[in-house]
C-alpha cells in the first residue's frame, strides 16, 4: 500500500521543502530563571540585578525577541554549597530555558560546571570568578559584568601611578577576593609597586578589627580592598572608626562603596575605586537609563543594576537575531558573542571568552556619588586566559 494516497510528489515536494513552524514551545513564554541571593550580605546587589533586568523587559511591553518573558526566582544565599542544587532545580523542575545569575563567584562556577553540563545557557550579571571566562568558558555561557581581575589591575595601576610603593592588600577569602587582589599585584608590579601583606576573613565574615591593628601596626603607604555589600558597608566605617582613614590611603574595587554610600556617610568620603560603572557619565543611554530606573524603582541605579539591565539586552539581541526561535542555539549564541551593548557604562563588545571588553573608570566619592574623574584602563579585556572555545 502507498503511504501518502491523497498527496501528489509535488505536495510532498512542497512540505518537505518548507520551513520548519516554529513549536508552541517557540512562540509561547520564554522562562528566565533568576538564581540570585535575596538574603544575606549580597541581597541588595540580587535586587538590583532582577531590577535593572526586568526594566530592560518592561520597555519592550514584557518581551524579548517577540517572546514574552516569564520569569522564576531562587535564593542562592551566597552559598556555593547549594549552587549545583539550586541550578538543576531551575533547570529540571522549573524548565526554564535561561539562567540569569549570580552574585558571588564560588556560587557561580558551581553554575556554570552545571551549565556546561546540561547545555543551558547562562548570562552572568555580576559574579567576576575568573574561570568562567577562562577555563571554564563555553558557548552558551556569558557574562555582562567583568572578571574579577579587571577592576583589580585597574586600581593596581593608578596606586602605582600614584607613587605608592608598600601596599597591603585585605579582602575575603574565596575566588572573587583572591582574583582582584591578583589583578591589583599584577597592575601594581607592573608600575613598580611591591605588595607586602594579603589579609584575609573567610566570607562573609566582618569581624574586622584585628586585622585593622595589624595595618595600622605595619603603616603601609596605602592599602588595597575587595569587598560588598553589607561587608564593604561595614569595613569602610571600621576603617574610619579606627583613623586609618586620615593616616593610610584606601583603595579599593568600585563595589567598595558601589549601592552602599548611603549607609557609608561620612566615612566613606574622598575614597578612589575603580570601576566600569559610576556616576557623571556623559553616556546618552545612561541618562535615559537613571530617569527610568529611577521612576520605576523610586531609588537610583549602581553598577549592579547596570549588569542586570545589560543581562536582558544580550538576551534580546540573541533572540531577536533567531526571531524568538529559541531551538536555533548556534544562531542564537552567534548573535550574542557579536553583540554591541548600548550600555549605560557606554557601549561595550564581549571578548572571545564571552566577557566584557570594557573601560575601567578611576572614581572619587563625593556625597552620595562614586566621580568619574578620569578612565584607568582603556577598553580592557580579561585576558581569558585557559579559554578554548
Ligand atoms: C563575586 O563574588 O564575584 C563578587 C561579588 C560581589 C561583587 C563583585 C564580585
Known amino acids: 500500500m502507498r503511504k501518502y494516497p491523497l498527496l501528489s510528489a509535488l505536495a510532498i515536494a512542497t512540505v518537505l521543502a518548507a520551513p520548519a513552524t516554529p513549536t508552541l514551545a517557540q512562540t509561547g513564554k ?21 531590577n535593572g533586568f526586568r526594566l530592560y523587559v518592561n520597555e519592550r511591553g514584557g518581551k524579548l525577541g517577540g517572546r514574552e518573558i516569564e520569569y ?18 531551575l533547570i529540571k523542575r522549573d524548565n526554564v530555558d535561561v539562567v540569569v ?66 601596599v597591603m592588600t585585605i579582602t575575603w577569602k574565596y575566588a572573587a577576593g583572591d582574583e582582584s587582589v591578583g589583578g591589583f599585584k599584577e597592575g601594581f608590579e607592573k608600575g613598580g609597586g611591591q ?29 588595597y580592598t575587595f569587598f560588598a555589600g553589607g561587608g564593604a558597608v561595614k569595613f569602610v566605617k571600621d576603617y574610619a572608626a579606627a583613623g586609618l582613614n586620615k593616616t593610610i590611603p584606601l583603595y579599593g574595587a568600585g563595589f567598595l562603596t558601589d549601592g552602599t554610600l548611603e549607609a557609608q556617610g561620612d566615612s566613606a568620603q574622598g575614597l578612589l575605586t575603580t570601576l566600569h560603572y559610576g556616576d557623571g557619565l556623559t553616556v546618552p543611554k545612561d541618562k535615559s537609563f537613571r530617569a527610568a530606573y529611577a521612576a520605576a524603582y523610586k531609588m537610583q541605579p549602581d553598577v549592579y543594576a547596570v549588569q542586570g539591565y545589560d543581562a536582558a539586552q544580550l538576551l534580546g539581541i540573541g533572540l531577536s537575531a533567531v526571531k524568538g526561535d529559541f531551538s536555533k542555539k548556534p544562531d542564537l549564541y552567534k548573535a550574542m558573542a557579536a553583540a ?3 550600555s549605560p557604562r557606554g557601549a561595550f563588545t564581549l571578548g572571545k571568552n ?17 566621580k568619574v574623574i578620569g578612565v584607568a584602563v582603556k577598553a580592557r579585556a580579561d585576558p581569558g586566559s585557559g579559554c578554548t572555545m
Open 30 to 50: 520564554l522562562k528566565v530563571g533568576f538564581m540570585l541571593p535575596y538574603s544575606g550580605t549580597y541581597a541588595a546587589l540580587g535586587n538590583a540585578i532582577e
Open 72 to 89: 522564576v526566582k531562587v535564593d542562592d544565599e551566597s552559598q556555593p554549597a547549594k549552587g549545583a542544587d539550586n541550578i538543576n532545580t
Open 101 to 166: 545569575g549570580t552574585v558571588h563567584s564560588g556560587v557561580a562556577m558551581a553554575m556554570a560546571k552545571v551549565a556546561k553540563e546540561t547545555g543551558t545557557l547562562l548570562v552572568i550579571p555580576n559574579a567576576g570568578a575568573v574561570a568562567v571566562t577562562g577555563p571554564m568558558c563555553a558557548t552558551n555561557i556569558f557574562r555582562t559584568s567583568f572578571s574579577n581581575w579587571q577592576p583589580g589591575y585597574a586600581m593596581g595601576v593608578v596606586a602605582a601611578e600614584r607613587g605608592h610603593k608598600k
Open 195 to 223: 605588595v607586602i601583606k594579603e589579609l584575609t576573613l573567610p566570607f562573609p565574615n566582618v569581624e574586622f578589627q584585628a586585622l585593622l591593628t595589624e595595618i595600622a601596626a605595619a603603616k603601609p603607604d596605602a592599602v
Open 340 to 342: 554591541k551593548i548600548d
Open 354 to 370: 564571552h566577557n566584557p571588553v570594557q573601560d575601567i573608570y578611576l572614581r572619587r566619592v563625593e556625597g552620595k556619588e562614586n
